[in-house]
């Protein structure tokens, strides 16, 4: 949703999706912000980076979490 950025990615950022998928999670997003702005709803927007994936730590969440699981089923 953010684009490239060179610099560590901020909330305050100006969305600026570069393909047609980022752009319809960028849409979801303001829709949600003027649902929320607009009706007075608690809406939050969440956006985990890194969460799970090839060359990922082994002690980020996901990545945690299936090699606990695994662990414990042996």
């Given at each position: 949703e953010y684009g490239i950025c060179d610099e560590p990615m901020q909330e305050s950022?100006?969305?600026k999706p570069m393909d047609d998928f980022a752009a319809s999670k960028a849409a979801a997003t303001?829709?949600?912000v003027k649902e929320a702005m607009s009706r007075d709803l608690p809406i939050y927007t969440i956006r985990p980076?890194?969460?799970y994936g090839n060359?990922?730590?082994r002690t980020r969440l996901i990545?945690?979490?299936i090699l606990g699981a695994s662990r414990e089923n042996r």
């Open positions: 950022f100006v969305l303001q829709y949600c980076f890194f969460v060359y990922e730590l990545t945690s979490m």
